[in-house]
């Protein structure tokens, strides 16, 4: 199970916020793999991260850009059976709730909600087959640090983005008008979720669920931003990765080592 608390072990302080006040947005990302040295070298190389270790245990890491933690890496993959691929988790008020609006809802909960102190994660896959996690309790220490550092959004490849927007919003607290919750926008056939003035994540239709190719079928796309983007693609070329589309200098969607995907967007191209 890929999960890593998106506090990120980072020593508490009084500047803590909590997913009382911040939630439905994106939160944290971790990616499941096989091979934890190898994981750490290929987004050393692309990315530029450095690392610490987790208080999971040693097959667990988190990696920081420029000392911010952003991501965290699970080396389960083999052990416990799991894909490899990268998860976006969003924060929600109560975890039970959230995965109760899951499995009403016609999506499934794979593992959780599970006990990571500073607070309770789950895994879940929405009901066109997207695998998400959830987080309810303490986020990262300085959170507008980490949304600066982090990925500059996430997109969800789907059947149909607006019955998709209709489950996360009913599961995640979407466009409630409550202090703290999310926006919802409709920009042609896309959705656009925002989290105080900023898009943070984007839903678009046209996946298809039984494809053989998985980049094909409904699935949430991890977006990092970078300063160079042909500079990661070459370096993910180099590194036993590949470089699955590339558009000039905006972006590139790569694949690691391992074969886990994700999108490197330049820093300033918000979405």
Aim: aromatic content about 10%; hydrophobic content about 45%.
């Amino acid at each position: 199970m890929n999960h890593h608390s998106p506090a990120g072990g980072a020593p508490r302080d009084k500047e803590v916020v909590s997913t009382h006040s911040v939630f439905g947005a994106p939160c944290w990302v971790s990616l499941t793999s096989r091979d934890l040295q190898a994981t750490q070298e290929f987004y050393t190389a692309v990315l530029g991260w450095q690392w610490r270790t987790a208080k999971l245990g040693e097959h667990f890491r988190i990696a920081l850009a420029n000392g911010v933690p952003v991501a965290g890496i699970a080396a389960v993959a083999s052990m416990w059976q799991m894909a490899v691929a990268w998860t976006p988790y969003f924060a929600v008020r109560d975890a039970d709730v959230a995965v109760a609006r899951v499995r009403e809802r016609g999506g499934t909960a794979a593992v959780g909600p599970l006990s990571f102190p500073p607070g309770r994660a789950a895994l879940l896959a929405d009901r066109d087959g997207a695998t998400f996690g959830i987080w309810q309790g303490d986020l990262v220490t300085n959170w507008e640090a980490w949304r600066q550092a982090a990925p500059t959004f996430v997109r969800l490849h789907t059947r149909d983005a607006f019955d998709a927007a209709m489950f996360y919003g009913e599961t995640l607290d979407w466009a409630t008008g409550q202090p703290g919750c999310c926006e919802v926008e409709y920009d042609g056939g896309e959705v656009l979720l925002r989290s105080e003035g900023d898009v943070v994540a984007r839903i678009d239709s046209g996946a298809v669920e039984a494809a053989p190719d998985p980049s094909v079928r409904p699935h949430w796309q991890i977006h990092f931003a970078v300063t160079d983007v042909p500079a990661c693609a070459r370096a993910a070329e180099k590194h036993g990765g590949s470089v699955l589309r590339e558009d000039g200098e905006r972006e590139a969607i790569l694949r690691d080592a391992d074969g886990a995907q994700f999108t490197v967007t330049a820093r300033g191209v918000c979405c």
